[in-house]
């Protein structure tokens, strides 16, 4: 991404509606992994940091990110040491595997996909488990994702697919962010009418923000017992074959 947009991810993160209703849901999931105690748990893509927290009350977090902007930020935010890092060759060597490795709304970002899930799935521990996020429907590429420099949107199928040519498990799947489905098709539509190339990651003003925050959020009573059939997001929990 621009260098700009971190500086407005580390604005926003903890009060725009998608980072706060995303965690919200994210951490829906994570209670329901009964991780082991003191789980190692790596974040990699982590941005500005705005996970990490959340991350810290499932075990030791460890994470990696290649912007040195985001990443001091990150490392100054969590009280972490946050590591220079990339996908799919530039992982650095922590001198262990992990419980669970986290990557949200990141490999959209990667060119080569599968070999980045490849290189994580090296890097769980037996039985370790991956969770990833990511954009949905092709179909759905906009202004958003040039502007974020994405190579791709995703359907669960092409994840699921992705996932096993790597070499892993896929342990469930499915998508999120379908309460607001039909607004998201809405704008998609009328930004292409009037040839709009938008940022979904602008702050919307304040009511709308908490309308929008509380709409998303109701998904995270879902999520750890079932995920949608259709939605903004795709979500993959995924574990290391033996």
Not at 74 to 91: H, I, M, N, Q, Y
Not at 163 to 188: C, D, K
Request: aromatic content about 8%.
């Amino acid at each position: 991404m621009e260098p700009e947009m971190y500086r407005q991810m580390a604005q926003d993160q903890q009060s725009h509606w998608w980072f706060v209703a995303r965690r919200q849901v994210l951490g829906a999931i994570l209670d329901s992994l009964s991780l082991p105690a003191d789980a190692r748990i790596l974040e990699v893509g982590c941005g500005t940091g705005g996970n990490l927290g959340m991350l810290s009350r499932y075990g030791r977090v460890s994470a990696i990110e290649s912007d040195p902007y985001a990443r001091t930020h990150a490392s100054e935010l969590s009280g972490l040491t946050v590591r220079d890092g990339s996908l799919p060759d530039g992982l650095p060597d922590f001198g262990h595997e992990f419980d669970l490795i986290c990557l949200f709304d990141v490999l959209e970002h990667v060119e080569a996909d599968t070999a980045a899930l490849a290189a994580l799935s090296r890097r769980l521990a037996p039985g370790g488990r991956l969770l990833i996020s990511v954009p949905a429907y092709q179909w759905l590429f906009g202004g958003h994702d040039r502007a974020h420099h994405h190579f791709r949107r995703y359907t669960v199928t092409e994840l699921r697919t992705k996932a096993v040519q790597a070499g892993l498990t896929v342990v469930r799947s499915g998508y999120f962010n379908t309460v607001l489905f039909p607004l998201v098709l809405v704008r998609r539509a009328l930004g292409r009418l009037v040839g709009g190339q938008g940022d979904d990651a602008a702050m919307p003003a304040p009511l709308v923000n908490r309308i929008l925050r509380a709409l998303f959020s109701v998904e995270s009573r879902v999520v750890a017992r079932r995920l949608f059939p259709f939605g903004t997001s795709a979500l993959a929990l995924l574990r290391r074959a033996s």
